[in-house]
């Protein structure tokens, strides 16, 4: 599929309204593949694109990584797909900050993300900056070595740490050959690099880089996991009051960062229960 210019790398499942679900780091589309079947049989189109510069999606020519970018690949793949206002859009992780821009920006009925609060929601704690070792360490030069080293194992450290338990075998493996080759892994931190440094944002995408800072417009389910080792749970109420009129927001007992694949049942209705 070719959308903004890009050619995407996608699963997909079901026919109807568009559910374009955007995944995080260190992460895939296979993410949602509890979710899509689920969301089909709701009679949604679920679809999952590969995010730009993760294997099969291409490497952009532009080397754009700001958020602003990826919000601009999720309306250019609405626009794709469909176009109508019955549209939904999920994320996690680096894909609820391209839904939180993209929906402030397209056409979105209904918008849920998990893991990545809402700007405003965000705890700056010692203890959060410590979690965020890994977006420091991504600034340098040589990361690309240090995360690549004994099979990635970096990446197997960072999903043990924040989603304690899960047995993610399976994820890592998907992981590590989207990021296999070199170019992929530095456009995959070419995220962060881009998220610290306004000198790496295009003008191209400056509308939907200030969205970042805006609430979207959808109501907007937000859910994170109580026991998440990357981002510390924000306050629910907090959280909701940050959010369009109609949100509602909830932290989930007993699971991590990955909660919808530790926990796919509950995650599922919840989000199909929203939707609805």
Known sequence: MVAGGLEFGLLEAGSGPLALCLHGFPDTA????????ALAEQGHHAVAPFLRGYAPTAIPTDGAYQVGALAADANALHHAFDGTDDAVLIGH???????????????WRKLVTLAAPPAGAWNHSYEQHKRFFYSYLFQLPGAERAVAADDFAFLDGLWADWSPGYPAADDLAEVKAALADPRNLTAALGYYRARMNPDLHQPRYATEQAATERTP??????????????????????????????????????????????????????????LT
Request: charged letters at 15%; aromatic letters at 8%; hydrophobic letters at 40%.
């Open 217 to 274: 417009d959808p109501p907007t389910l937000y859910l994170h996991g109580a026991d998440d080792g990357c981002i510390l749970p924000p306050d629910p109420t907090t959280t909701q009051a940050l959010l369009s009129p109609g949100s509602k927001a909830e932290v989930i007992p007993g699971v991590g960062h990955f909660l919808h694949l530790q926990a796919p049942t509950d995650i599922n209705r919840r989000i199909l229960d929203w």
């Open 93 to 107: 992780d680096w894909g609820a900050f391209a839904a939180y821009a993209a929906a402030s920006t397209g056409r």
């Open 30 to 37: 296979h993410t949602w593949r509890h979710l899509l079947p």
